[in-house]
């Protein structure tokens, strides 16, 4: 300090001070980085942006793990005497950051009532996420009654992403989901999902057949209908067939979103399909002369 009173500007000393010469002006790290925009945020420096997102992320975490506790709370009283409160209190939420702790609790509600609850819980927080969960849930859902509970759901509030869902399920190797995925078109479908729902009319799935039997390993599509299919075996092990199968919930979305029933021939299919396309523009080449 001495030698900068005598020198201001003895870069020897200012180095070693933590000084640096920043466009002609001395300037400690601390005030370099806030000269540039930077501010502390821990041990890091870091733009304020990236500050403010980090705090609204910590928040929301902090949030989302408060829910969590209250909604387990809420959830354990809907089997014993606090039953009318734990539902007062699950269908009284409306925060989106209660989502994730309600899709928890609801994936692994087993009572019908209770599942009930918590995806009408879903519904009124209304996030992607949540709806998302009950549209999940029907595919997986063994149950028909609180399958179509959930269905109705859907069908009341639509929700956007839900026929994607159904339509990526069209493809499930397991030949039950493939029905379930079009049970749920039948709910929420539109003429968007016509095509598919065609494709999927009849999918071909391979099934062991012998001991520790699996059920479906693989699927494909458009097979020929009503085939006895084909079988190999591979080293002695257990026989592999090959089965068309007919999905009748995808035929039942077919004939409830178009009005048309052309049972499962799919060229039949096809043919309409593609008469109920606007014919494509004539482009007139020739040049209009003034």
């Known amino acids: ?12 000393a200012r180095g070693l001070l933590g000084y640096s010469l920043v466009e002609g002006k001395w300037m400690t790290r601390e005030e370099k980085m806030q000269s540039r925009g930077y501010v502390r945020d821990g041990g890091r420096w870091v733009l304020p942006q990236e500050k403010q ?17 209250k909604v387990k709370r809420y959830s354990k009283w809907l089997t014993g005497n606090k039953r009318v409160s734990g539902r007062a209190h699950l269908l009284d939420i409306h925060d989106p950051r209660a989502t994730p702790a309600l899709v928890y609790f609801f994936a692994r509600a087993k009572r019908q009532e209770n599942v009930e609850i918590l995806a009408r819980a879903l519904t009124n927080v209304g996030t992607p996420a949540a709806f998302e969960a009950i549209v999940t849930r029907t595919i997986v859902e063994a149950n028909n009654d609180i399958a179509y509970f959930c269905l109705e ?27 379930r995925a079009g049970r749920g078109l039948a709910f929420v479908g539109d003429s968007t999902v016509v095509r598919p729902l065609i494709r999927a009319l009849v999918t071909q799935h391979k099934f062991k057949i012998g001991k520790d039997n699996p059920g479906a390993v693989s699927t494909s599509f458009g097979g020929p209908v009503g085939g006895q299919g084909t079988g190999f075996v591979t080293g002695g092990g257990p026989k592999i067939v090959a089965q068309n199968m007919r999905n009748k919930e995808v035929l039942g979305a077919l004939r409830s979103i178009t009005g048309k029933d052309f049972d499962y021939n799919l060229t039949a299919w096809n043919t309409w399909y593609e008469s109920q396309k606007p014919p494509a523009p004539k482009i007139n080449s020739r040049r209009d002369d003034d």
Do not use: F
């Open 1 to 12: 300090h001495q030698v900068l009173r005598m020198d201001p500007d003895h870069a020897e």
């Open 53 to 69: 997102l980090r705090e609204k992320q910590k928040k929301l975490k902090q949030a989302e793990r408060q829910w969590y506790e």
């Open 153 to 179: 759901l859907l069908e009341q509030y639509k929700p956007a992403g839900a026929i994607g869902v159904y339509v990526d399920a069209l493809r499930s190797k397991d030949n039950v989901k493939v029905n």
